[in-house]
């Protein structure tokens, strides 16, 4: 091999490896956004926020992910769905290992997602969910560090079951997976929403937020990520964990979100 082809074997060579070191770097390098809102008549607490794991593992037992929410010491975490991709036995022990693991640091409050509701396999899951220690909120709410927290189930989001399970309190926090029914959640007077199920679009165009593609919105989608309003309501979108059918995330990092209120 002459001197020119071996600087453009090299040339190959480096372009790979800086490729592979990329992507790698948008599918497994956590990042932490957070936001500081108001809510009139909270109490001041933070909450972390976990969306869309699909059951990937940032290191052995997901130690990576345990390790950056334990360093943000959060009143509560929440867990807004697909936490798993399918009901195998992987899929299973990395969403309760890591369940349990984070119950550990503060109170786990989960909801389920369209993945859980892809077969009858959810109520079995839905239990090992509840020893692994999470509160399940399926249709349901809960008071928690002294804010009542209301959570949809990934079934419910097409039907009118929000104005039925919507708690007659105030101030309150809508758990529901998907962002695109946003103005449904914001006319039952939500103070805060938390969704995720968008994965931020899953490619990005560089340097801005507009995603390329979200399921149940299309194509440059509207709601992808970050926080949004609607007259009283905020709603903030996690870009999420993991990834499910599409397996690549590009210039769109996985995210856990931090919350501090007031």
């Known amino acids: 091999m002459d001197l020119l082809g071996l600087w453009i074997a090299l040339g190959v060579v480096g372009f790979i490896i800086l490729s592979a070191l990329f992507v790698w770097f948008n599918n497994s390098a956590i990042k932490t956004t957070r936001y500081k809102i108001n809510i009139e008549g909270a109490p001041s607490l933070k909450i972390v926020h976990l969306s869309d794991l699909h059951g990937k593992s940032f290191s052995k037992n997901n130690s990576k992910l345990v390790k950056k929410v334990a360093e943000q010491s959060p009143d509560f975490i929440a867990v807004t769905g697909d936490i ?64 009542t927290v209301a959570g949809l189930n990934g079934a419910s989001l097409r039907n009118d079951k929000i104005q039925k399970i919507t708690p007659d309190v105030s101030p309150r926090i809508l758990l529901a997976h998907e962002p695109q029914y946003f103005e449904k959640y914001a006319s039952c007077g939500y103070d805060l929403v938390l969704c995720g199920h968008a994965h931020g679009g899953q490619w990005r165009i560089p340097f801005t937020s507009i995603g390329l593609y979200a399921p149940g919105q299309g194509k440059f989608p509207k709601y992808t990520s970050g926080l949004h309003q609607s007259g009283k309501t905020k709603m903030i979108i996690s870009r999420g964990l993991g990834n499910s059918e599409f397996p690549l995330r590009l210039f769109n990092r996985p995210e856990i979100v931090v919350i501090d209120i007031n």
Do not use: W
């Not at 109170?107 to 509701?117: D, F, L």
């Open 84 to 147: 798993i991709h399918l009901y195998t036995p992987k899929n299973k022990a990395v969403a309760l290992q890591t369940v349990s693991a984070v119950k550990e640091v503060a109170p786990v409050i989960y909801i389920a997602g369209n993945h859980e509701m892809r077969n009858k396999g959810y109520r079995f899951f839905r239990k090992d969910l509840m020893e692994a220690g999470a509160t399940v909120l399926d249709d349901s709410s809960v008071e928690v560090c002294g804010i």
